[in-house]
């Protein structure tokens, strides 16, 4: 159980145009998602908290007109990176958990994104 | 600053050894204690969580929780090639809505 999807796992664009990355929970429902960023050998660093039905919260120097965040619904948030340029290149993941104590953080499988 | 400390490694350990992880945090509301396994270009993966002091075996893998000296530590025996990635420490967020804290992770090799 708790299973995280996330897609693209891989995508290349253009300088300037967006990218929109979902994260879905197939089979539990995530009133609170988040939003990492993972730079090549580097830890993970929280970008936003999606909170369904509402404003994500956006870590300090994150900047949120860039990184638009949608929890639309209890089992899926996108994540749209605006006019991309190229430092924003990097791994994205997503991660939820389930209600109670009895469960651990779920990631998905990641979108490394490169912006050329 | 809440923080998360980890040795960055890499920790390098013979095939068949136990493999000793180790984890300091400062949060003193912090309850869960989360041990992750990250491949290189892979997302982590959860291998353990606890909540109580003592330790927490399931299969190869032993947690231990120290509240009092703020440490919590992995233990991994019979280590394996496959165990050789990168081990992430968090720990959640005292005052938020299951916001985690992140180590920067240990490189544990473990050699045949």
């Known amino acids: 159980g708790a299973v995280v999807s996330q897609h693209p796992s891989r995508v290349i664009c253009k300088s300037g145009t967006s990218v929109k990355i979902e994260c879905r929970s197939l089979d539990f429902q995530a009133t609170t998602m988040f939003w990492y960023r993972q730079f090549p050998k580097k830890s993970l660093m929280l970008m936003a908290t999606s909170n369904e039905g509402s404003k994500a919260t956006y870590e300090q120097g994150v900047e949120k007109d860039k990184f638009l965040i949608n929890h639309a619904s209890l089992t899926l948030s996108t994540l749209t990176v605006t006019s991309a340029h190229p430092e924003d290149s990097s791994f994205y993941i997503c991660?939820?958990?389930?209600?109670?104590?009895?469960?651990?953080?779920?990631f998905g499988s990641g979108t490394r994104l490169t912006v050329v | 600053q809440k923080e998360v400390e980890q040795n960055s490694g890499p920790l390098s350990v013979p095939e068949g050894a136990i493999a000793s992880l180790n984890c300091t945090y400062s949060d003193r509301g912090s309850q869960s204690f989360f041990w992750y396994r990250q491949y290189s270009g892979k997302s982590p993966e959860l291998i353990m969580f606890?909540?109580s002091n003592g330790d927490k075996e399931d299969g190869r893998f032993t947690a231990q929780l120290n509240k009092a000296s703020q440490y919590v530590s992995l233990l991994i025996r019979d280590s394996q090639p496959s165990d050789s990635a990168t081990y992430l420490c968090?720990?959640?967020?005292?005052?938020?809505?299951?916001?985690?804290?992140w180590g920067a992770g240990t490189k544990l090799i473990i050699k045949p």
């Open positions: 991660s939820a958990r389930p209600q109670g104590q009895g469960y651990g953080y779920t």
């Open positions: 968090a720990v959640n967020n005292g005052g938020s809505n299951y916001q985690l804290i």
């Open positions: 606890i909540y």
